[in-house]
C-alpha cells in the first residue's frame, strides 16, 4: 500500500522500455521499436502464465483492501491472553510486512528481476508479496482489549470521519501516480495486449504541488486515526509510522536516482510532508 501498503507509484529507468523489451528472451520477443514485452505467439505457456498472474494479482488486490479497510477499523478477531507473548508476535508480523516489501523496492533487485522474468510482471508480483504479507497479518494478529485511549461521542465521530477521509486522499493521491501501476494493472494489461508501455513522469499537480507524499501521509492517517488505540495497535502503528518515514526517504532516493535534476528541483519546491520545511523530509537545500 507502496509503498507501505501497495507498490507507490514509483519510476523506473529512462531504459525501461528497452529493459522490459528484453528482460526476458526465452519468454518475449526482443522488439527493436522498444514496445515492452510483447507476447510471443509462439511461447503460448507465457502468455497464458502471464494471464493467470495479473487476474489472480487484481483479485487478490481487491480482497485484501476489504481486509484491510476491517482490520484498520474493527481490529484483529483474535483476542490475545495474558500468557501469552502476544507483543513480540505482533511485532514480528508488522516487521515481517516491511521486509520483503522493502527489499522488492530496491533498484537492483528489480533489475535482477527484469532480467529473468517479462518486466510487465515485476508489479503484479509486488502486488501479490504485498497482499500476501498484508493477509498473514490479518489472520495471525493477536489483538488486546486494553488500549491508550477509547474515544467516544464526538471525539469518536471525528477520529472515524479521519480514518474514512484517509481512504477517500489515499485512493485520490494513487489516482494521480496511475492506480493501475500500484497494482501492476497497467504495464500487464500492455504487455497482455501487446501495446507499448507508456512513459511514465514525474506527477506535480494536485496534492503533489502541496507534498512529495501524499500516499504515506493518508495511509498514516488510516493508522492513527483509531478510535479504540489498543496496545497491539500501538505496535502496528509505531512500527509503520518509522516504515513510512524511512520508506519517504528511501522513496526520495529513488526518484532522484530515476528522474535526476528534474526531481532535485522538485524537491526544493516542495516538501515532503506538511509543516516540515528541514532536514530531508522537507523542502531541499541546495
Known amino acids: 500500500m507502496g509503498e507501505l501498503v501497495w507498490q507507490e507509484g514509483h519510476f523506473s529507468p529512462n531504459t525501461t522500455e528497452n529493459e522490459a523489451a528484453t528482460s526476458n528472451a526465452s519468454c518475449t520477443e526482443v522488439s527493436t521499436n522498444s514496445v515492452a514485452a510483447s507476447r510471443p505467439f509462439s511461447n503460448s505457456w507465457c502468455w497464458f502464465l502471464g494471464l493467470g498472474l495479473g487476474i489472480a494479482t487484481q483479485l487478490v488486490f481487491l480482497f485484501t483492501v476489504v481486509q484491510l479497510f476491517m482490520f484498520l477499523r474493527f481490529g ?4 490475545a491472553v495474558a500468557s501469552e507473548n502476544w507483543m513480540y508476535w505482533d511485532f514480528g508480523l508488522a516487521v515481517g510486512f516491511v521486509i520483503p516489501h522493502s527489499i522488492l523496492l530496491v533498484p537492483s533487485v528489480q533489475q535482477w528481476m527484469r532480467q529473468r522474468i517479462p518486466a510487465a510482471w515485476t508489479g503484479c508480483i509486488h502486488c501479490c508479496v504485498t497482499c500476501v504479507s498484508l493477509l498473514t497479518i490479518f489472520s495471525a494478529w493477536r489483538t488486546t482489549e486494553g488500549g491508550v485511549w477509547l474515544l467516544t461521542g464526538w471525539w469518536r465521530d471525528i477520529c472515524v470521519s479521519c480514518f474514512y477521509g484517509s481512504w477517500v486522499t489515499l485512493f485520490y493521491s494513487l489516482a494521480l501516480t496511475g492506480l493501475g501501476y500500484q497494482t501492476g494493472w497497467t504495464p500487464w494489461i500492455n504487455w ?43 505496535i502496528l502503528t509505531g512500527v509503520w509510522t518509522v516504515y513510512i518515514f524511512v520508506g519517504s526517504i528511501a522513496k526520495d532516493r529513488r526518484l532522484l536516482h530515476y528522474v535526476g535534476d528534474e526531481y532535485r528541483e522538485y524537491a526544493r519546491r516542495v516538501p515532503g510532508y506538511p509543516l516540515l520545511g528541514w532536514g530531508t523530509l522537507g523542502k531541499w537545500q541546495d
Open 76 to 79: 484483529a478477531a483474535t483476542i
Open 192 to 234: 497482455i495486449r501487446q501495446r507499448r508501455q507508456p512513459k511514465r513522469t514525474l506527477v506535480t499537480h494536485g496534492a503533489y504541488r502541496l507534498l512529495r507524499h501524499p500516499v504515506y501521509l493518508s495511509f498514516l492517517g488510516l493508522i492513527w486515526f483509531t478510535p479504540h488505540m489498543t496496545w497491539d495497535h500501538v
